[in-house]
Each structure stands twice: as C-alpha cells, then as structure tokens.
DNA sequence: TCGTCGCTGCAACCATGCTTGAAGTGTGCG
DNA sequence: CGCACACTTCAAGCATGGTTGCAGCGACGA
C-alpha cells in the first residue's frame, strides 16, 4: 500500500457510513443511542420491532463501526461510537476529503 | 401537510435527505457538484452510467431538494442546492432538533 | 422548417436487502 | 443440573429501488 488517505476509500467508508444510518430503524436507534447507553430491551421498548430485526439492524450498525457493544450479565449494552458523530459529519462532501470549492 | 416543527417530521426529512447521498452514484455526484455547477455531459464524463439513468438519480436528488437545476440552452446545469451541506450535517442525529428523543 | 442533439419520463426487469420465522449460544437463577 | 431469559444467527420470502430500454419534449444548426 503507498496512499494511506485515499479519496475512493474514504468514499467507500462515508458510503458505508452514510447507508448504515439511511434506515428509519437504524436512524432511530443511533438517535437514541445519541442520549447515551442503552441496552436491547430499552432499544426494544422504543422501537417497535421483533427483537431479532432489531439484532439484525444492530449488526449493520456495529459493521459500520457506528455503536460498540458491552455485555452485562445476562444484557448486552449499545452504546454509541466515540467517532460515530464525527464520521458521520466527515460523510459528508465537502466536509472533509473532497476539494470543496466554494 | 400541516405539522411544520416536529420531531418525527424531522427525522423523516433526515432520513429523506440521508438516504438521497446513500447511494454510490448520487454520492459521486453531490461530491462532484461541491465542486461547482455542472451539465449533465460534464456528470456524465465523470460518472460512468447510461444518461437515462444519471437522470433518475437527478430527479431524486432535486426531489430531495439537494440540488437545483438551470437550463442553458440544449443543456441543463445542475447545481448543489445553497442549504444542501446544512441540511446534510442537520440531518445527523446530536447535531440539532434531534437531542430529545424520548 | 427539418433534422439532430441533449435531456427527461415511463414501464418492465432484476438485484439488493429488509422482514419473518425458527433454532442456537451464553448467562443467571431455582 | 436444568430451566428461563436476553440476545444472536441462519435460512427463506417478500418488498423496495436501482438498472435497462424505448418513447417523448425542448433547443440549436442547417
């Protein structure tokens, strides 16, 4: 590998990113996520969804690098990404990786 | 409609204006159109896809109100709308309206 | 005016992924 | 030790939307 920062691949990551929360479900989970740290029953009793639909979106989210997952026992603890918002905002053209000319 | 400030009414707009970049060609050409007004011939060299379908993707994008088009003659100029990169970031949860999610 | 070029719209096809159902893994409690 | 609970994973079905092809509209040049 010689480039390290390349604008394809940061495009390919900002894709990613951008898709992952491009969801009515998974938006509403980040959303709720941006509150603080919630496990699945609390993400069930505000999303009304079948729990394993709500797992399936979690792994897109946590496969997007967005939420980070904390076992506790018998429940496990999704919690927003340190980096998520700041990807999330850095997704976006001209924000950061594209030559942004006024 | 009537609603005018709601939280849901919000999010859906979002989720309107997210899932609009979420694609690989729409992106391209929002990442493209930061860099200033563009026909659909200039797109076109840029973007690898059969014109018919640059254009549906325009259409979706000035159905979201990402972008604005100016007709020149035999061409038409696209351009990025001038509250395209707020609406962007506004659409990211945590960065405004959406921080009272119950 | 006619022909050509640039662009848009519509209907059909196909691929992706969202949704559903059931089974599986791990943990705590009786 | 065995059961129940919380969550995850797998396989199959269905819906959404991205892609293709053709027809239509408007504008310039001859």
Redesign the interface.
């Known amino acids: 590998m010689v480039a390290a920062t390349s604008v394809e691949a940061e495009?390919t990551d900002?894709?990613a990113t951008?898709?992952a929360?491009?969801?009515?479900i998974r938006?509403?989970v980040?959303?709720?996520l941006?509150?603080g740290t919630h496990c699945v029953c609390e993400l069930q009793a505000?999303v009304p969804i079948a729990a394993n639909l709500l797992s399936y979106h979690l792994k897109v989210l946590r496969d997007a690098g967005l939420v980070t997952t904390s076992r506790r026992g018998r429940w496990v603890d999704y919690a927003l990404a340190e980096d998520a918002?700041d990807r999330?905002?850095a997704a976006?053209?001209?924000?950061a990786g594209?030559?942004?000319?006024t």
């Open positions: 495009a900002a894709l951008l898709g929360i491009a969801d009515p938006f509403q980040v959303r709720l941006t509150n505000h918002l999330l905002h976006i053209p001209g924000a594209t030559s942004r000319a």
